[in-house]
């Protein structure tokens, strides 16, 4: 969406944000599976040297849907925003689930995205939001999270034991 985006466009947008609250995250992702998934994001980060982070909102503040911030753009900046780019390695994840829209997006980090391919990280999304169209909300977090392990495992394997950069539990904002 732009600044050409018909008011009306953006007046359902917004609606379907303001909607979607904080209640539809928990519902989503209850405590019982928010803790399985970070213990999926700590199993794989064993695995390999990359730093991964999940982050759920439930919907985008408004503001930002009226101003006409996409899904990727939030991502963006939740990838600022919370550091993942700041990782010893330059190879920080973000996994970044809209609810209010059923969107998936994946920000890497330098170092991960000069080895695996948008057209890759597009895949995932699709096979998760394809999942949260069906309400699968946890299986298909949990392929997903795999799966991101599976490619980071391929390009940057464990060398040992390392410090944990970034906080394993997903964020449900």
């Known amino acids: 969406m732009n600044a050409l985006t018909p008011p009306v466009n953006r007046l359902s947008r917004a609606l379907r944000h303001l909607r979607s609250g ?3 995250g928990r519902r989503a992702f209850p405590q ?3 803790a399985a998934i970070a213990s999926a994001i700590t199993a794989g980060e064993q ?8 982050i759920v909102e439930a ?3 408004v503001e930002l849907v009226w101003a ?6 939030r991502a963006l900046a939740l990838f600022a925003e919370h550091g993942v ?3 010893e390695d330059n190879c920080g994840i973000l996994i970044y689930i809209n609810l209010a829209e059923r969107a998936v997006d994946i920000v890497a980090d330098r ?6 391919d948008g057209a890759t990280w597009n895949a995932v999304c699709a096979d998760l939001a394809a999942g949260f169209a069906r ?17 980071l495992r391929e390009q940057f394997p464990s060398t040992g034991p390392r410090s944990n950069e970034l906080p394993d539990r997903p964020l449900l904002m």
């Open 22 to 24: 904080s209640g539809a």
């Open 135 to 151: 309400s699968d909300f946890l299986p298909s977090t949990l392929a997903a999270i795999e799966r991101v392990n599976q490619l």
């Open 68 to 73: 006409g911030v996409t899904n990727r753009q």
């Open 111 to 116: 170092a991960v995205g000069r080895c695996i």
């Open 32 to 34: 019982e599976a928010l």
């Open 47 to 54: 695995t390999h040297r990359s730093e991964l982070r999940l």
């Open 59 to 61: 919907a985008m503040p």
């Open 85 to 87: 780019w700041d990782t």
